[in-house]
C-alpha cells in the first residue's frame, strides 16, 4: 500500500504543478487575488496593508488576508507575484488535501477507499481546476478536510486527543483567515448532523475546549480587531455586515435560486455522478441492521457532513459553484466506497486484474485531463485573460497615468496586474471627458460602448482582443475638438 500512496502523491503533484505558471490569469477571479497580492508584497501603503489589503489602491473587504499572505510571500523571492506565484497557494492547498483525503479514508473505510477517494478528486476537472486557480477557495477545502481528519481521530482515539482537539481548532481558525467563517460552520453543521443522527449530540462538547476555541476564533478575531484599527471607518461593516451576513441573508452577491446547487453540483461533479447509484446502494447497505457498526459509523459521519453543507449552501442567498467544493473530498470518500463495495470478491488472480483495470482506467482520465490543462488552456489563453489589451495599454499610457477602464469594474484588478499602473474606473460620459481632460490618454472598453465613447470624446481603436465572448478594446484618447 504504500508504494500505492507514493504513486497517488506523485501523480497529484504532476497533475497540480505541471505548468503551474504557464498561462496568464484568468478573468474574473484570478487577476484580481493577484493583483491584490502584489500590492500587498509591494506594500505600496505601509505595513498596514498586510491587515488591510487593497485593490487599485482601495481597501479591499471581501476575503481575509490568509491568501494574500501566501501569494505575496511566494512572489516575493522573484520581485513580482508571478502567475506561478499566484497560483503556488492554491496548488499545495489542492495537492495536500488529496494526501489528506486519502489518510481520512484510510482511517474511516480502510486504506483501499482512502486512495480510491484521492484518485477521484484527481479526476474530478472542477478541483484540479480550482487547485491551479489564484484564489483563496482551495485553502478552505484543505483546512475543512485536514479539520474532518482530525475530528475522526479524536473520535476513534486515535493520537493524543488534545492534540487532534488542538489541531482540528487550529485548521478551523486557519480555514476562516482564508475565507471567513465557512470552514468554522461547515465543520460544527457536519459535526453536529453526525452526532444528533447517532442520538450523542450531548458529545459535541468532547470537541472542543477553551483552549482549542482560542486556536480557532483568535487568529480572525485578532485579524479583524488590528484590520479595523487600521483600515478607513465602516471596514468592519462592510468586511462582515455586508460581505458575510449580505451575501448568506440578502445575496449580496452571486444570487442564485434556491435549487441552484441541486442543478449545478451533477454537472460539476461529472464524471464520478455517474457513480451516485453505487454510493446509494453502499450506504443503504451500510445502514441496514446488522451492518458492521464502523463502515455504518464513517457512513453517516460523511452522509451528515455533505447534507448539512449542501443545506447550508442551498439556504444561502449567494450561491456559485465553486462554493460547493469543501464537500467534495467526503464525496469522493462515499464515490470511491459505493465503488469498492460494488466489486465483488474474487480470488486474488481476479482481484488483481481489477486492480490493474482501474489503475489503467486512472491513467487514462489522468491524461486527458492534463492533456485539457496544459495543452488545451494555453491555446486559448488569450481569450481568457485581460493581459493582452492590458499589455498594449500600459505601453501606450504615459508614464504615471492610470488607464482608463470603462463601464466594467471587472476587470480592474486584470488590468491592474498586467498593466502594473493604477486603472481609473470611468462610468459616465462626462467622467471619461473628465479623466481625458486631466490627461489620461488610453481607456479599455467593451466595444459595445464605442458609440457612447466616441459620443464623448476623440478615440481610436488601437487594439481589440475577445475575451470570454465580448471584444475588449484600447483606445487612444484626445479630447474632442471644439467647433469654432
Do not use: C
Not at 477557495?137 to 485536514?146: E, I, S
Amino acid at each position: 500500500m504504500r508504494r500505492a500512496e507514493l504513486a497517488l502523491a506523485l501523480a497529484a503533484a504532476l497533475l497540480v504543478f505541471t505548468r503551474l505558471g504557464a498561462t496568464s490569469l484568468t478573468e474574473p477571479d484570478e487577476p484580481r487575488h493577484g493583483a491584490i497580492a502584489e500590492e500587498m508584497r509591494a506594500l505600496r501603503h505601509g505595513p498596514a496593508q498586510l491587515a488591510v489589503p487593497r485593490l487599485n489602491d482601495e481597501v479591499y473587504t471581501q476575503k481575509p488576508p490568509l491568501y494574500y499572505w501566501l501569494a505575496a510571500a511566494a512572489g516575493a523571492p522573484f520581485g513580482r507575484v508571478t502567475e506561478l506565484a499566484a497560483r503556488a497557494p492554491s496548488a499545495l492547498a489542492g495537492f495536500g488535501t488529496v494526501l489528506v483525503t486519502a489518510r481520512l479514508g484510510a482511517v474511516t473505510f480502510g486504506p483501499a477507499t482512502g486512495l480510491a477517494a484521492g484518485a477521484v478528486l484527481l479526476t474530478l476537472p472542477t478541483f484540479v481546476e480550482d487547485a491551479r486557480r489564484a484564489r483563496p477557495d482551495a485553502l478552505v477545502v484543505f483546512f475543512v478536510t485536514l479539520a474532518l481528519f482530525l475530528a475522526w481521530r479524536l473520535h476513534a482515539g486515535i493520537g493524543s486527543s488534545r492534540r487532534n482537539r488542538l489541531g482540528l481548532h487550529a485548521a478551523l481558525g486557519l480555514g476562516m483567515l482564508a475565507k471567513g467563517p465557512v470552514a468554522f460552520v461547515l465543520v460544527a453543521l457536519g459535526l453536529g448532523a453526525w452526532l444528533a443522527w447517532e442520538r450523542r449530540i450531548a458529545d459535541l462538547r468532547h470537541y472542543a475546549s477553551a483552549s482549542a476555541l482560542a486556536l480557532s476564533l483568535a487568529p480572525v478575531a485578532l485579524w479583524l480587531a488590528t484590520a479595523a484599527a487600521l483600515a478607513p471607518e465602516g471596514y468592519l461593516r462592510e468586511a462582515v455586515g455586508e460581505n458575510v451576513l449580505g451575501r448568506f441573508f440578502a445575496g449580496t452577491s452571486h444570487e442564485q435560486p434556491f435549487l441552484f446547487h441541486l442543478r449545478e453540483l451533477p454537472s460539476a461533479f461529472l464524471p464520478w455522478t455517474l457513480a451516485w447509484p453505487l454510493v446509494f446502494l453502499a450506504a443503504r447497505r451500510a445502514l441496514a441492521p446488522g451492518a458492521k457498526p464502523d463502515v455504518a459509523q464513517a457512513t453517516r459521519f460523511f452522509v451528515a457532513f455533505a447534507a448539512a453543507g449542501f443545506a447550508f449552501f442551498s439556504l444561502s442567498a449567494g450561491k456559485r459553484d465553486v462554493y460547493l467544493l469543501p464537500l467534495y473530498p467526503a464525496l469522493a470518500l462515499l464515490v470511491a466506497e459505493g465503488v469498492r463495495a460494488a466489486l465483488p470478491a474474487g480470488a486474488p488472480a481476479a482481484t488483481a486484474r481489477r486492480r490493474r483495470f482501474l489503475a489503467a482506467g486512472f491513467g487514462t482520465a489522468m491524461t486527458a485531463l492534463a492533456g485539457y490543462l496544459v495543452i488545451y488552456l494555453p491555446a486559448v489563453d488569450t481569450s481568457r485573460s485581460i493581459r493582452p489589451a492590458a499589455e498594449v495599454a500600459a505601453r501606450l499610457a504615459p508614464a504615471g497615468s492610470p488607464v482608463g477602464l470603462v463601464r466594467n469594474g471587472a476587470l480592474v484588478g486584470g488590468l491592474r496586474y498586467y498593466a502594473a499602473r493604477p486603472v481609473e474606473p470611468i462610468g459616465s460620459s462626462r467622467g471619461l471627458q473628465t479623466f481625458v481632460e486631466t490627461g489620461g490618454a488610453v481607456a479599455v472598453a467593451d466595444s459595445r460602448y464605442l458609440p457612447e465613447i466616441e459620443a464623448a470624446v476623440d478615440a481610436r481603436v488601437v487594439f481589440r482582443q475577445r475575451l470570454r465572448g465580448d471584444e475588449v478594446v484600447v483606445l487612444a484618447l484626445r479630447p474632442r475638438a471644439r467647433s469654432s
